[in-house]
């Protein structure tokens, strides 16, 4: 009896190892796609970043296969070869594009597959899917740590700012620390108000037209006088032109004319002619001078020396001054020897 119940129980133990085993080894092949057909699809990345084979391939967040394979072609080109079972190479296609992500901040490195455009057909075994860059993970992290390492730097200097600032070194302590800033502000303050009260009582003086500024602003009186002057002004622009439009036809006429003037300004000749005139009249009046001078010294003169005594009598009155302006008419009597005005 006792015989028999020790076979019993080992051949319990073996059959519940031997089903142990067989689940083990179902689990494990169904796991690795070893009981299922497949269709091997391959990527070729530059860097794969820690995956190795067994990882998982993911479509649709769905384990849909394992990495089986893992060659390097060239130091810039990694073949990696994807398992993945049949049943879900219906939802893949030839433009589909796989990257290396990652399960979590800690969790190893799988393939995420992602959905294509069913007008290029089904994947099909030895595809090349191309390849998008994914997260990475570890740079991320390694670009954390530097900005954590600047972050801490950072907060360095701003505790020594706040350091200086609490012990009253610097403009900005000295205003958070030191009254008379304040009171310099205040007063500063105080004198930009009174400066703009004063700005609004001007202007108030302005809008109630008191002043020269406030009845240019507020009275039409000073603008219609502007107008006129402005009209006038523009009167007596267009005389002067006018003027200037007639100096410019005598100068013209001066120029290119033929009369006597334009002859006198351009005629040489004339010009000649009326300087040897000039110098024989010049001539003719000094020798009139020379005979008068000779005449007054003859003997016949001293005839006349009764009247000659008249003359010097006349000339020992005193003279009468008068003012003579334009317009006015003067008489001259030769036998008085007098000169009178005609009102």
Known sequence: ????????????????ALILFVVAVYLIGSQ???F????QIRASFKDIRGLVVGNNVRFAGINVGTVTDIRIVSDTSVVVTLSVRDRY????YRNSTVQIGQEGLMGG???LISSGDPKTGRVQNGDFLSVSEGLDIQGMIAQAQIMLEEATGTITNLRSVTAKIDSGNGDI???LNDDSLTSQLNIASHSVNNSLHQVNQLISKVNNGQGDLGKLVNEEKLTTEINNILFDLNSTVSTADSVVYELHKTTYALNHGDGTLPRLIHDEQMA??????????DEGIVEIT??????????IFRLFSKNKKKDEEAKKQPVQQFSVSAGDTVIIDSTRSEVRKKY
């Open 290 to 299: 020379r005979a008068a001078e000779t005449v007054a010294n003859s003997w």
């Open 89 to 92: 190479t219906k939802y893949i």
């Open 32 to 34: 690795e796609n070893l």
């Open 1 to 16: 009896m006792k015989n028999q119940r020790r076979a019993l129980r080992l051949g319990i133990f073996i059959a519940a």
């Open 272 to 281: 000649s002619n009326i300087d040897t005139a000039i110098t024989k009249v």
């Open 173 to 175: 302590a000295r205003m």
């Open 109 to 111: 490195k799988i393939v």
């Open 36 to 39: 299922s057909s497949n269709t």
